[in-house]
């Protein structure tokens, strides 16, 4: 960590530059437009409760122009790890109201990540060691965080047609509840290897009914989750996240530029008011491969485009010079420094985080990163 003065120049490209002012967000007035990305810390309690600590990082954070909350299961049957929170049952709301609340008193904004992950789960976490649900039933690479560690994945359950309706109805009373839980809006998790996006990729989507085969058939589920969660919530306070060139979750698709231009041309129809793209591979390399235009996205999108995958501060001037992305999320700097928006204002040194507490645990690498100030 270098503490080098940062030279006048620098702040005054900062001073200059938009990211630090207001944006006016859909219904929401942002203080600036930086976003804390959704990360999962897997420290909720039992029966899927946020952990007593959660309120209290959230608020170190809430200088962020918005947060988004960490990815939140919207059934029993949506959950694919140990130790993440859900939105199904009216204790959850109750504790997510008391973090909302105290996230408006800091002077912040906060949306929910809506979540099922679909294939992404284990019987040892499903009720009754059900099997995992999924378009159909291709077993996942990799491994399941389950109580007992890492376990290899199983092969899930297809879905049949009659249980569709039932999962729509998942996500608008998991949006219902987010309302009444106090949250500004919503953010559909459509991404990362999770059941939308298992749906949407023919990788993992080999049906033959009206949810699968066709691009128009497999963007079909997510389209009638947005019809519900849009209908709770408006389209100016709904967004949507979506990795259309990750392999994150084992996904792929044949022609990923085809299917998530029908997909956005299609949500235009809900006047949404984010779209939250991951560019690159979630967590890894911004490389995106020939053949694929983010920048068509957004440009055919007609709301507003937040932009994500190892941003720095130097990346996030550029893209607001260049006009490329309105919003930018940060993920990993978020971790490590609460005030990050004061610290790429100031040019001030990051905290580094550490994997080791990432996921599970305590206070410890949760709530106890210093301010700049206090260090
Ligand atoms: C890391 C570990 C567990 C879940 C995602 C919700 O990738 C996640 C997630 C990330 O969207």
Redesign the pocket.
């Known amino acids: 960590m270098t503490n080098a003065v940062p030279s006048n120049a620098a702040l005054a490209r900062n001073a200059s530059s938009d990211l630090f002012k207001p944006f006016q967000l859909g219904a929401l007035q942002l203080s600036n437009r930086i976003v804390m990305a959704?990360?999962?810390r897997?420290r909720a309690k039992e029966d899927d409760l946020p952990g007593d600590l959660a309120a209290e990082y959230y608020v170190q954070r809430a200088s962020a122009g918005l947060i988004i909350s960490?990815?939140t299961q919207i059934s029993q049957q949506g959950k694919?790890?140990v130790f993440?929170p859900g939105i199904y049952s009216q204790p959850q709301v109750q504790a997510w109201k008391k973090i909302t609340d105290a996230v408006h008193a800091a002077g912040g904004k906060i949306f929910m990540?809506l979540?099922h992950?679909g294939r992404?789960s284990h019987p040892s976490i499903q009720v009754d060691g059900a099997l995992p649900v999924a378009p159909s039933a291709i077993k996942p690479e990799g491994q399941s965080?389950t109580k007992d560690g890492f376990v290899p994945m199983v092969t899930p359950r297809a879905l049949d047609m009659s249980e569709m309706p039932g999962i729509v109805e998942q996500y608008r009373t998991a949006a219902q509840n987010a309302k009444a839980a106090g949250f500004d809006g919503v953010e559909i998790?459509a991404?990362?290897?999770?059941l939308l996006d298992q749906f949407l990729r023919d990788k993992t989507n080999q049906r033959t009914d009206a949810y699968g085969g066709s691009i128009e058939n497999r963007a079909r589920l997510l389209l009638e989750v947005t019809a519900a969660v849009v209908q709770v919530w408006g389209g100016d306070r709904v967004g949507i996240?979506i990795?259309p060139l990750s392999g994150?979750?084992d996904i792929a698709d044949s022609n990923p530029q085809a299917l998530f231009t029908y997909v956005v041309e299609q949500l235009n129809h809900f006047h949404l008011v984010y779209l939250h793209a991951i560019e690159g591979d979630?967590?890894g390399t911004r490389t995106v491969p020939g053949g694929f235009d983010l920048q068509i996205l957004r440009r055919l999108f007609n709301g507003s485009y937040m932009a994500n995958n190892g941003y720095d501060l130097e990346l996030a001037l550029a893209a607001r010079d260049a006009d490329t992305a309105d919003l930018i999320s940060f993920g990993r700097p978020f971790i490590a420094n609460p005030d990050l928006v004061e610290r790429l204002r100031v040019i001030a040194p990051l905290n580094t985080p550490d994997p080791a507490t990432m996921?599970g645990g305590g206070a410890g690498g949760y709530v106890d990163y210093p301010t700049f100030k206090a260090s």
């Open positions: 959704p990360l999962t897997s960490e990815a694919g790890y993440t990540q979540w992950v992404i965080y998790h991404a990362n290897g999770y996240r990795s994150f979750g979630t967590g996921y």
